[in-house]
């Protein structure tokens, strides 16, 4: 098991840029793959990004690339979500969720979450 803490959330201006944490607990953070979602008010929970066991691969929904890049840091237990040319559209509350067996855009296919860290883009 694993449990999942985000971090780095705030208020910043269309423009800005924000970097998210999500640190885990546990020795076995190598082989779980990890990925970011957003949940706006109102709205389903949707992917964001993931990244695999190693950090070899990743993938991203259409709306950030180009913007965010996820990246991990394995001695760290750590996977990081930089976002960049934030616009007001990606309010939301932004959870990192873990999962066995190779990366997912499935919110469902993920077995643990993290508490969530809200973003606020103003315009």
């Known amino acids: 098991q694993v449990q999942l803490v985000e971090s780095g959330g705030g208020l910043v201006q269309a423009g800005g840029s924000l970097r998210l944490s999500c640190a885990a607990s546990?020795?076995?953070?190598?082989?779980?793959?990890m990925g970011w979602f957003r949940q706006a008010p109102g709205k389903d929970r949707e992917f964001v990004a993931t990244i695999t066991l190693s950090g070899g691969r990743t993938y991203y929904t259409d709306s950030v690339k180009g913007r965010f890049t996820i990246s991990r840091d394995n001695a760290k237990n750590t996977v990081y979500l930089q976002m960049n040319s934030l616009k007001p559209e990606d309010t939301a509350v932004y959870y990192c969720a873990a999962r066995f067996g190779g990366p997912s855009t499935t919110w469902s296919a993920y077995n643990y979450w993290g508490q969530g860290t809200q973003v606020t883009v103003s315009s």
């Open positions: 546990g020795r076995t953070f190598s082989s779980y793959d």
